[in-house]
């Protein structure tokens, strides 16, 4: 019955949209702008009432399977492996002000923070935090805290060697950074976040001391260079998934859920549009009807 009722505002809102759009043809009303394809929002309706959908089940108390992510399970390896070596983990999510368009990949990157510091309590693991981002400092300072706390190894925790402002200059913060790596010969290297030229300045200074890497982004320009050299890599969104699986909160893995039924319909609109192009049709214009009467 919950799921039911959680279903009603999705289902009366495309409805409007089916009749309003009924009406407009009848009326030969224009109602949508030909520079806009009205596919595209019918497709942001369906995603949006499918993760609509997985939250509401979510909130019922019913358990919403979530795809694995090798990165993100790769991050308990690195730190174990950093503990054998008797080196350090570092991890760094970025440079500039929260408050840019790139503030939710900054949140992403505070969200594998937290993963990474209760790894590091769990495994008595020396944690090294490298930033650019001024308003954050006090943010990263308490996540390593509480990940010492929580795992009871509190007098792991130092702020003057765990959390280390740099600077919010991109290639000084890129020098800093590297200069970090290499003076303390990390054993892992985490790098999440929004990140441009400085991502293979980054992974090149963790080859160096063959440091186990771990990176993600959800710039596309930069995504290839961290697929090339990292061992494992967050591609895209899956930095926000990663966030969402570190907090362990049900509704934001449902979330998780929503997004990955829009990957399938993204494949199958590919393939679809694949075969009927060899079949001579465009499947965008057959999809974008709406617009083209009235």
């Given amino acids: 019955m919950k799921t039911a009722r959680g279903l009603l505002i999705p289902v009366v809102v495309i409805a409007l949209v089916a009749i309003l759009s009924g009406v407009g043809w009848a009326l030969r009303i224009q109602l949508y702008s030909p520079k806009t394809p009205f596919s595209a929002f019918l497709i942001l309706v369906g995603l949006l009432t499918a993760g609509y959908f997985f939250m509401t089940e979510a909130r019922a108390g019913k358990s ?153 982004t959800a710039r596309e320009t930069q995504i290839p260079f961290f697929v090339l050299v990292a061992d494992y890599s967050f591609i895209g969104e899956e930095i926000f998934a990663a966030g969402a699986l570190a907090s362990g909160d049900k509704e934001t893995l449902a979330s998780i859920r929503g997004q990955d039924v829009g990957k399938l319909l993204t494949i199958v609109l590919v393939i679809l549009g694949v075969l009927t192009l060899l079949a001579g049709l465009k499947l965008v214009d057959a999809l974008n009807w709406a617009w083209k009467v009235g």
């Fill in 64 to 216: 919403v399977p979530v795809r694995r992510i090798p990165a993100f399970e790769a991050v308990e390896e690195a730190v174990a492996r950093s503990v054998e070596m008797g080196r350090p983990v570092h991890m760094t999510f970025g440079f500039g002000t929260i408050s840019s368009s790139m503030a939710p990949q900054f949140i992403a990157g505070l969200g594998v923070l937290s993963h990474v510091a209760r790894l590091c309590g769990k495994y008595g693991a020396k944690l090294v935090a490298t930033l650019g981002v001024p308003e954050a400092i006090a943010t990263t300072e308490e996540i390593i805290r509480e990940g010492y706390y929580s795992a009871g190894r509190p007098e792991l925790f130092d702020p003057t060697y765990n959390v280390r402002y740099l600077t919010d200059q991109q290639f000084a913060y890129a020098s800093a950074v590297q200069a970090t790596l290499i003076r303390e010969n990390v054993g892992a290297n985490i790098v999440v976040g929004p990140f441009w030229a400085e991502s293979l300045i980054f992974m090149e200074a963790g080859n160096m001391v063959n440091a186990f890497q771990i990176a993600g």
